[in-house]
């Protein structure tokens, strides 16, 4: 976990329907040597795992893909970005 990625303000994060599915998320992603953070979700997304993934943008689709390969099942994927005084969350295919 880099220092850098705590402070990002633009960012992708990852969504898991179950509190099991983030926990396996985040094995899979440290065995891997990825560079990202398992943070509460931000009030901008519902969902029904109260744990998401925090990671760089351009990170998102390689580590997405491995999730995938390894059977961890993502329930949504979004772009934080800046908006004002807050933020938004861009939902993404």
Known sequence: MSKELI???????????????ALKAEQVLQK???DFLVIPIPREVSASCGLAV??????LPPQRQLLREQKVT????????????????????
Not at 8 to 20: H, I, K, P, Q, S
Not at 54 to 59: A, G, M, P, Y
Not at 74 to 91: D, I, L, S, T, Y
């Open 7 to 21: 402070k990002l303000n633009d960012f992708g994060l990852l969504t898991f329907g179950t509190t099991t599915q």
């Open 32 to 34: 891997a040597g990825a």
């Open 54 to 59: 925090k990671t760089r943008l351009e990170d």
């Open 74 to 93: 993502v329930e949504g994927a979004f772009h934080f970005k800046p908006n004002g005084k807050g933020r938004v969350a861009v939902p993404l295919e």
